[in-house]
């Protein structure tokens, strides 16, 4: 019945340990992102796929790497952790990557702790 | 640039009230969309609703109102009647074809405390 789900929903790990995280959407939509929401609350997009394709790669470090096996499933995979990667990471679907109005739908949320 | 700002960072109200969260957005674009979503205690982000710039109507939705005037690029939130449910952080958004690859701008939040 969820629309957009995400797994782990608490993620605690150790520093330098490579973890990934799933998401899959059951909307039959084209477009998913992935998110970065900090301890002050604030957001920002972090890549988002097209059809399986990446589309925007938000000048984030390469040790995140998203992979799309298929439009429904969207991973974040990161290597070698650091402290300042503990955060919430939120995944999102939309119908279709343009025109800009499409309205995107978020997951419930992982919550990345790094120790 | 592209930028969505909303300056309250925490409202605090007693239920019963009304309470308006402000929205200001900047962009060059003649086209664009506005969004709101709710992000309750419990973490989810819900979507509120989605305004294009060409429609200036006001809009209600039960105890909520929006009030978009592109003469002050303002997209301001009203919950009228507030209740506890109510307490979130609410984060105002902007998507235009110039966010840089049709990115969604997200403003910093303001955090809605109803106390009972």
């Known amino acids: 019945d969820t629309a957009v789900s995400q797994t782990p929903k608490y993620l605690v790990t150790q520093m330098g340990n490579d973890k990934s995280i799933k998401c899959e959407q059951n909307l039959g939509h084209d477009t998913m992102y992935w998110y970065k929401q900090d301890s002050k609350k604030f957001l920002k997009i972090m890549f988002s796929?097209?059809?399986?394709?990446?589309?925007i790669n938000e000048t984030v470090p390469n040790r995140f790497s998203p992979k799309s096996p298929d439009k429904a499933h969207l991973n974040l995979h990161i290597n070698s952790l650091e402290l300042g990667d503990s955060a919430v990471y939120f995944c999102a679907s939309s119908r279709r990557l343009a025109p800009p109005e499409e309205t995107q739908y978020f997951g419930p949320g992982t919550r990345l702790l790094v120790l | 640039a592209q930028k969505v700002t909303q300056a309250q960072t925490e409202i605090s109200v007693v239920e019963k009230e009304d309470v308006t969260l402000d929205c200001v957005y900047e962009t060059r674009d003649t086209t664009y969309y506005l969004f709101w979503y709710k992000q309750p205690p419990s973490g989810e982000l819900v979507f509120l609703i989605r305004r294009n710039s060409f429609d200036e109507q006001n809009e209600i939705s039960g105890r909520y109102s929006w009030n978009f005037q592109k003469s002050t690029s303002s997209f301001n939130f009203t919950i009228t009647a507030s209740q506890v449910v109510d307490s979130a952080v609410y984060f105002c958004a902007l998507s235009s074809p110039n966010t840089g690859g049709f990115k969604t701008i997200f403003g910093a939040g303001t955090r809605l405390f109803v106390k009972a």
């Open positions: 796929y097209n059809n399986k394709e990446l589309i």
